[in-house]
């Protein structure tokens, strides 16, 4: 790995220079997803396949091509209040930083990175909370979590000074893999 002057890591064996600073690349930048006003990164060749080779790609996404919600997390107080943030399969890390799958930018009491973790497992399709490697503790309905725990609809989890409350979208209800099934 190989550091470039505006401090990007990057793998010099694939790259003769930092591709996060090469003009009009647009890696690592953000842009406007529609008229939604999310950011999202700007990947170039996203979606052809072309951005996903060598990558892993999540059970879920590679069978029906998306990378759908499998749940949410509201967040029911603090600085973010009211805001919704959806859970992918597999790991969504909580944290300040953007780069987060939830990012809570403004809660100045959370970790910058890895706070906390919600995982999905699709094989068991089951959720589960775990703490992160950020300094920050993490509850789950008041109480702390230090080892992963099983994750269950309406719990609250609490972060800094952030509570969410966790809806799941995939259950005994509903799984991607069963509707692709139902398709065929």
């Given at each position: ?45 996203y ?14 996404q ?27 399969a ?95």
């Amino acid at each position: 790995m190989k550091q470039c002057d505006n401090g990007h890591f990057y793998d010099e064996a694939r790259f003769d220079s930092c591709p996060y600073c090469q003009e009009g690349a647009g890696v690592g930048k953000t842009v406007a997803a529609g008229a939604i006003g999310k950011t999202v990164a700007a990947v170039p060749g996203y979606g052809t396949g072309e951005a996903d080779r060598g990558k892993t790609v999540g059970i879920i996404q590679k069978k029906i091509g998306i990378d759908p919600a499998v749940g949410f997390l509201i967040c029911i107080k603090g600085p973010h209040r009211g805001e919704d943030f959806k859970l992918c399969a597999g790991r969504n890390f909580i944290g300040r930083a953007s780069a987060m799958d939830v990012s809570l930018t403004d809660d100045d009491t959370v970790s910058r990175e890895s706070h906390a973790l919600v995982s999905y497992d699709a094989k068991h399709n089951r959720f589960t909370l775990s703490p992160g490697q950020g300094r920050g503790i993490t509850y789950c309905n008041d109480e702390q979590v230090e080892v992963a725990k099983p994750l269950h609809a309406y719990d609250i989890i609490e972060v800094g000074k952030s509570r969410l409350l966790f809806l799941p979208l995939c259950g005994e209800n509903f799984r991607w893999d069963d509707e692709e099934q139902n398709e065929d």
